[in-house]
DNA sequence: TTACTGTGCAACATCGATTGTGCAAAGTGA
DNA sequence: TCACTTTGCACAATCGATGTTGCACAGTAA
């Protein structure tokens, strides 16, 4: 039937069968055909040879032809971590909802990355791309804006477009209370004092949690020096090391604990192994970000559970308005309590 | 300069700047410059003008063109699972290393979404397609072949091409066989008797998981009846009431627990929180699927880390050898020992 | 019959890049 | 100088779908 046996049909093909022309099989298939005069009956039997054919549009050409793509992208820095995954996927189902064809890419905290896979996305003329934890904002508004692409950012300002942000100044204000209020008696010396763990004040995040960090300590009367704030970046192996300098440092573990994220978290429990269940009774543990295996740890440890889905919708709402001002909205996240199983030898603590 | 301020410039536009033919400023801005005896002052010329004026490549209509685009595409169910998550890692990476730019969709395990998300991508004319976990693989295959596309089954086999197993076989014979070493003593009666909790066996994946503990279980002298297998699906919230409703019926936990998933898992310590720590005593437990905090309970969990990268790099061999018969490789997955965190009342039991 | 309005569709240009072909000009050897 | 090769590039067709324009024919009113 076909010269190559699995050549996909065009409309030409379908149009030979329908004994139409082309340009008629294209408004049938579409939703044109009305404004394009074209017979019910006509329409039917295309759809209905298309059908048989197993005719599917070369999305290539209509995106050549209408100047868009029915692609949307999103950038984000990596894929195996919680709160990036749940974009993701609240991303997905947004976009299809809307018709349109997600696309997911990862920069692994890049610039030089991120901003070849900003260009490739251009490159495909995504119709609009979501811009989720990128190191180098300000190459990224330069590259939308030389190609006049829509873009949003998310959990971080943009200058060049709206932005969507998790309110972490707010969120880390939260959980630092809400330690503070579950903290044993403060010791005298830096042995007493709160300490914060993890992630890099370069990063925009980062950098408002630890702000937070900072107030809460001063109004609840707490020192707060620079030696409190260890922003050791983001592995699990350097919050490891940071965690086993601080205990050799003070003695003991800090009376109040606020570790950045989970993958530093992760390092900290890698130390903890080490230690002896005593070591925990004069502590008390936040981690921003959940996951919720570590709220059944054995210890109670207070989390802080971000708003993907929500971070994903506003972003969404501000494209269906077609908002395309630097405007601002704010997400705020839950302070999730620890659910630590048995408590065991720490009953006492609840 | 140009007409529409945001007009993206094509090599039309470029070509005019550099007096020079759109053809040769194609050939110049590719790879093609010396077959086609451009000269390289030509294309030096061409590359700067390109440059300067910020041109990226029109994929579409590159891809138009050419009969491909550029993409790969990979189906996962969800976005938000360790191990999809994984593989969407090592899948971008991969796929970039070669050039080509990853699109990854999931189904939301929806037979219906699963099928218009590969017409989709069909329809955008990806140059592959790894499918990993889906409901319906026939109807996949089915259209696969209709468009004569490449495609990759992962972690589950396929009729109509190369399939890279995870040995879930393999795997679950070895966590089995861990756990019926580190089991205390069977009793007698049901309650003496391994546990099978999580999963469908409808999903390939876990019927073979729940082959292997049987025929464990058989070789190590222990009763199996169905009631053992307990295939609650994957939400946790089945998993906790399937958890309680045995220790219900058993009056303890048993003996020997094989939890399916980590979401299976997590149900179950939905329930575990409402017990006391002695009912830990008698038991051993293990989860097929690895989780960092998991592995940091209170109480040892033998956990299986399958290899999501292994699997998306023996796809894409597969993939580079242009191999398109449906052979089988499989990918051994990794036991991990518990790091149960400092072990408190059960130190007895290392 | 004439003029006019609809109806239903075909023809054709177009989107931007790639690629087969052709053709001058420069270079080479006799 | 002549025949021949090589160099360097331009021209035009093409990929598949869309949308504008135009045309034949039917129906309708005067």
Redesign the interface.
């Given at each position: 039937m076909q010269q190559h046996?699995?050549?996909?049909p065009t409309i030409y093909d379908i149009a030979q069968l329908a004994g139409a022309s082309p340009s008629t099989v294209s408004a049938a298939l579409g939703d044109a055909w009305k404004a394009r005069r074209i017979s019910q009956a006509t329409v039917e039997m295309i759809r209905r040879i298309a059908a048989e054919q197993?005719y599917?549009?070369?999305?290539?050409?209509r995106?050549?032809r209408r100047a868009r793509?029915g692609?949307v992208g999103m950038l984000i820095p990596?894929?195996?971590?919680?709160f990036f995954?749940?974009m993701?996927?609240s991303f997905?189902?947004n976009a299809r909802q809307r018709g349109l064809?997600?696309?997911?890419?990862?920069s692994?905290r890049d610039p030089a990355e991120e901003s070849r896979v900003v260009?490739?996305l251009?490159?495909?003329?995504v119709d609009a791309l979501f811009v989720a934890g990128a190191a180098n904002t300000e190459a990224i508004s330069v590259l939308c804006e030389?190609?006049?692409m829509r873009h949003i950012f998310i959990d971080l300002p943009g200058r060049s477009a709206p932005s969507v942000l998790s309110d972490n100044f707010g969120g880390a204000s939260k959980l630092t209370n809400r330690l503070f209020d579950e903290m044993p008696a403060p010791g005298d010396g830096p042995r007493g004092r709160p300490y914060f763990l993890g992630g890099s004040e370069a990063d925009y995040a980062s950098a408002e949690r630890i702000a937070a960090f900072r107030a809460v300590c001063r109004e609840r009367g707490a020192m707060v020096g620079s030696r409190q704030v260890i922003a050791c970046g983001y592995s699990?192996r350097r919050a490891t090391e940071a965690v086993a300098k601080l205990l050799d440092d003070l003695g003991a573990l800090p009376p109040l604990l606020f570790v950045n994220s989970?993958r530093a978290f992760?390092g900290v429990?890698g130390h903890?192994?080490t230690?002896?269940?005593e070591?925990f009774a004069e502590t008390v543990i936040g981690c921003y970000d959940y996951?919720?295996?570590?709220a059944?740890?054995?210890f109670p440890v207070h989390m802080v559970r971000q708003n993907a889905h929500g971070l994903i919708t506003s972003a969404f709402e501000f494209l269906d308005a077609g908002i395309t001002d630097p405007v601002i909205a704010e997400v705020a996240p839950d302070l999730v309590p620890p659910?630590?199983?048995?408590r065991?030898?720490f009953a006492e603590l609840g």
């Open positions: 046996p699995n050549r996909k197993g599917s549009r070369n999305m290539q050409a995106g050549l793509s692609l990596v894929h195996d971590n919680r995954a749940s993701s996927q997905e189902v064809v997600p696309v997911i890419a990862s692994l260009e490739t251009i490159a495909y003329n030389q190609a006049g699990p989970l992760e429990l903890f192994v230690l002896p269940p070591a996951d919720p295996f570590a059944f740890l054995q659910r630590t199983i048995f065991g030898p």
